[in-house]
C-alpha cells in the first residue's frame, strides 16, 4: 500500500478537533463575530461567502452542525437569539457576551491535498468559546501581592472625576483599624461605581474586571475590595502583621481570594486548553472617543495580550502552560468606514499593538493582523464631489435614518496632537441589514477563518 | 479553682458558633424572615422586641454586629437593601431569593446560668444562611437514574395544560434518534416555560429546582434536558446500549450531570454544615389558591422535609451525614389572620406536615412547629358585627388601600370538600407598615430564635 494512502487512511479514522475562542473587550463585537462564523459555517456548500477560505472556494467544505459540547456546564453560544435578533424589525444587533460561553461544531469536508484519493470526507470538532476580554485584563493581578496591587492603581486625568466619590471616603482610612462589615461594603460597592462609570465613559483599563461583571457573584465579599490608598510609605513588615480583623489584612484576604478563586480558575479551566485565539478591537470607536480613551485602549490592550505571551519568562506559562499555537488580533467593524480605508485601519492596530506584538515574535507565537466587519451592515459607494470620486457609505443609523457619508481618514498609525486637534474622524454606529436568507454578508471573514482553521481542512 | 468558675474560663475562651440556615420555597418569607431576624438583633439589648427570648428579657443579650462571613464566594445577604426596600415611600417588601447567600453575627452576651460568677460577656458567632426550598425539591432525584426519574414524572390534572405544547412536541420522540443539538435546546425550552408557567399557577412541586433559577448556568447543557415519555414500556437493557448521540443518551448524560454538578454540590459544600434549620411555609397563600394547589404544597413539603429525615435509610444520611440538630417548621405571614386564628394556622400547618413529621420523630430530629409574622404588616382591632365583639385586621393592601377586614377562618386541619365549596377563606396582601425607627414589629419570631438559638445563650 503507497505510503500516502496509509497515512490518509489513519488520519481518517481519527476525528480532528480545534479549540478556538474569540475574545476581545466589551463591544468589540464579539458576539457579532462568532454568529457570523457559525452562520458562514453552517452555509458551507450552498451560499457560503467565503472566498478566502480555499476549502470553500474549492467545494470541499460540505457542511457543519451543531453537536453537544463537552463541557455541560458552561452555557451554549446563544447562536439562535443572535439570529433572532438580526431578524427581528427593524434588525438588532446581538446581545453582548456576558461571560464564557461555547459551542461545538461538526464541520464535514473532504481533504484537498494532492495525495487523496479516496471519495470519502473527513470530520473536524470545532469548538467556538466567546469570553470577555475583561477577564485577561487580571492576569497581571496574579503577580502582585495586595500591597503592590495598591501601588500599582492610579487615578488620574479624567478617572479622577469618575473616582472622586470613592477616593475622598478611603483617604483616611486606617489599614490598621477594625473592619465594619457593613462600611467596608459600602466603600466596596463605590469603588465598583468607579469602574462602571470609567467603563461608560469608554475606558478600557480596569481592573478587578470581574467587579463589572459580576453574575452569581453579585454581593459576594471576594468583589468586595478596593486598592488602599496611602501604602507607598508604610513598611511591609508592619502590614503583614496587622491583626485579621484589621481592615489591611480583610482586604487582602479578598485581594488573594479573588486570584484564587475567580482568576486563576478560568486560566486553568478554559484558557489553557485553547488552541485559537482571536482578539477582536473597536479601533474606531476608540478613534472616536478621542486621546485619553485611545491611550487607556491601547494599555488595556497591551495588558490583555500579555495573556498570549508564552515567553520563557512569562508568568502564564510557568503557571499555566497554555498551548495556543495561533493568534489573530483583529480590527472590527470595517464596514464603518469606506474600503480604501481598510489597509489604514489594519496598520493601524498594529501601531496600537506594536509593544506587545513584539513580544509575541519574540516568544515566536505567529499572529496575523487585520480588518474585518464580521456582519456587514453598510455598501460603500462613490459619489461625486468637486468633480473628484469619493467614497462613501451607505447605511441606516441606528434611530433609523438612511444615510450616505464619508467617516473621514483612518490614521495609518498611532494618531498625533493634530489629528485630534482636527476631530478628523466621525463614527455612526450602523443597524444591521435585513438578512436576505444566505450566509450573512461580512468582511474579511473568510480570511480571519482561512488563518485560524484553514490548515486543518486539508 | 471551684470546678464551675474553671469551665467558664475554659468556655469563654471558646468562641461558640452556630450555622443556622432559613429556607422555604418561593415567596413563603425567606427575606423578610432573615431581615427581621437580624434588626432584632442587632436591636439588642435597645428596643428588641424579644419578650420569648430569656435571655433578651434578661436583659443579657448585648449586641450583634455584623463580621466577615467564612466563604468569601458566596453572596452576603442583602440586609441593607431589604432595610432600604422596608424604608421606601410606600414601604416595600424585600427582594425575593434567588440563591444561596449568607451574614455573619457576632452576637455579645452575658451567661444566665446560676454558676455563673464572671463579670465577663461570651460572644456567639452566628452564621445565617437563606437558599430556595426548592433546590432541597432535588434532593429526590439523586435517587433515580434517568429512567426512572421518567417513569415518576406525572402531568395530569393542571398541569396538562401548562405543559401541553411541550407534551406535544415530545409525544413522539423517539430515544433511539441521533440527538439535534439546536431542537433538544428547544424542546428543553418548552419544558422550562411549563415548569415556569406551573410555579405563576401556584404550583410548588416543580423539578428539576435549578430549571427554574438558572442564575449563570442560563443556556448551559446540564439545564436543558427533560423527561422522555412512553419509557414504561422500554426494555432498560436496550435503553443503556443506546449510542452516544442519541436522545435517550444525551438526556440521560445531561441528567447525570445535574445529579453531580448541581445537586450534589449543594448539599456537599452548603447543607451538611448546617447546625440549624428552620423551614418557612406560606400556608395561607396555598389556603387561598385552592385545593389542587394547596394538595401540590403538601406533596412539595413532603419531598422537602427528606432532608432532614435523617433516619438510618435515608439517603441523605448515607450521601452527606449532615448535621442539623434542630429544626424549626413555621407558618408565615401570620398577621395576614386574627390572632385568635394563629393555634388553628399551626395545627393546619402540623397536618399538612403529618407524614414527614412522623418520620422526622422516628428519626430523632427535635422539631418544633409554631405561626409567626416576622414583619408585621397588619394590627388586630375588634369591631362590633351585631352585637358580638368580631376580631379583624387593620392594614394597608398592596395598592395602598387602607382597610378593616375578617379574612376568615383558618381550618384547625386538612380541609375537606366543604371548605372549598365555601370558599372560606380570602387572602388579602398587605404593604409593610413604615419603620417607627425601634426593631420591625413581628409576630413569634422571638419564639423561633429561642428555639433555634436560645440555647447557646445560657
Same mark, same amino acid.
Given at each position: ?28 463585537? #464579539? ?13 458551507? =456548500? ?7 477560505? /480555499? ?28 439570529? *433572532? ?108 461605581? $468607579? ?13 478587578? $474586571? ?8 453579585? =454581593? ?8 488602599? /490608598?496611602?501604602?507607598?510609605? *508604610? ?28 482568576? #486563576? ?23 472616536? *472617543? =478621542? /486621546? ?40 472590527? #467593524? ?52 468637486? =468633480? ?22 483612518? /490614521? ?47
Amino acid at each position: 500500500m503507497p505510503r500516502n494512502l496509509t497515512r490518509d487512511l489513519l488520519e481518517r479514522g481519527r476525528d480532528r478537533q480545534l479549540r478556538l475562542a474569540v475574545t476581545g473587550l466589551s463591544r468589540a463585537g #464579539k458576539t457579532a463575530f462568532l454568529t457570523s462564523l457559525i452562520d458562514q459555517l453552517r452555509h458551507a =456548500g450552498l451560499e457560503a461567502r467565503l472566498d478566502l477560505l /480555499p476549502a470553500a472556494r474549492e467545494g470541499r467544505l460540505l457542511g457543519a452542525r451543531r453537536v453537544e459540547q463537552q463541557d455541560l456546564g458552561v452555557p451554549r453560544f446563544p447562536f439562535d437569539r443572535a439570529l *433572532a435578533a438580526l431578524d427581528a424589525d427593524p434588525p438588532q444587533w446581538p446581545e453582548p457576551t456576558r461571560g464564557i460561553s461555547e459551542l461545538r461544531l461538526s464541520i464535514r469536508y473532504r481533504p484537498g491535498r494532492p495525495g487523496w484519493i479516496g471519495g470519502d470526507t473527513r470530520r473536524l470538532t470545532l469548538d467556538l468559546f466567546d469570553y470577555p476580554g475583561e477577564w485577561l485584563l487580571d492576569l497581571p493581578l496574579l503577580e502582585h501581592d495586595f500591597a503592590s496591587w495598591c501601588r500599582a492603581q492610579r487615578f488620574d486625568g479624567e478617572r479622577a472625576a469618575l473616582f472622586a466619590d470613592w477616593q475622598r471616603e478611603v483617604a483616611d482610612l486606617d489599614p490598621a483599624q477594625e473592619v465594619d462589615e457593613a462600611r467596608l461594603a459600602e466603600l466596596a460597592e463605590r469603588y465598583a461605581e $468607579g469602574l462602571r462609570a470609567a467603563r461608560e465613559a469608554g475606558f478600557s483599563d480596569l481592573q478587578p $474586571g470581574r467587579f463589572l461583571l459580576p453574575g452569581e457573584l453579585e =454581593g459576594a465579599p471576594v468583589l468586595q475590595f478596593f486598592p488602599l /490608598p496611602g501604602l507607598d510609605e *508604610a513598611d511591609p513588615a508592619v502590614l503583614a502583621q496587622l491583626p485579621p480583623e484589621s481592615l489591611y489584612a480583610t482586604l487582602a484576604r479578598r485581594f488573594r481570594h479573588y486570584q484564587q478563586h475567580i482568576v #486563576k480558575p478560568f486560566y486553568r479551566d478554559h484558557f489553557r486548553r485553547f488552541d485559537r485565539q482571536i482578539v477582536l478591537v473597536d479601533v474606531l470607536g476608540a478613534l472616536n *472617543a =478621542g /486621546p485619553e480613551r485611545f491611550e487607556d485602549l491601547s494599555r488595556a490592550l497591551t495588558r490583555l495580550m500579555q495573556s498570549f505571551d508564552y515567553g520563557r519568562r512569562s508568568l502564564l506559562s510557568r503557571l499555566f502552560a497554555p498551548r495556543i499555537d495561533r493568534l489573530a488580533i483583529a480590527a472590527t #467593524k470595517a464596514d464603518h468606514v469606506t474600503p480604501e480605508q481598510h489597509p489604514r485601519l489594519t496598520g493601524l492596530l498594529q501601531s496600537l499593538l506594536a509593544e506587545p506584538l513584539k513580544d509575541l515574535r519574540f516568544a515566536d507565537v505567529p499572529v496575523r493582523a487585520l480588518s474585518l466587519a464580521a456582519i456587514r451592515a453598510t455598501e460603500a459607494r462613490e459619489v461625486d464631489h468637486r =468633480g473628484q470620486r469619493q467614497p462613501v457609505l451607505r447605511g441606516t443609523t441606528l434611530e433609523g435614518e438612511d444615510t450616505l457619508l464619508f467617516p473621514g481618514e483612518v /490614521p495609518a498609525t498611532l494618531p498625533d496632537a493634530s489629528f485630534w486637534r482636527r476631530q478628523g474622524f466621525t463614527f455612526t454606529a450602523f443597524r444591521p441589514r435585513p438578512r436576505d436568507g444566505g450566509a450573512l454578508p461580512h468582511i474579511r471573514l473568510d480570511a480571519a477563518l482561512e488563518w485560524l482553521i484553514g490548515d486543518k481542512l486539508t
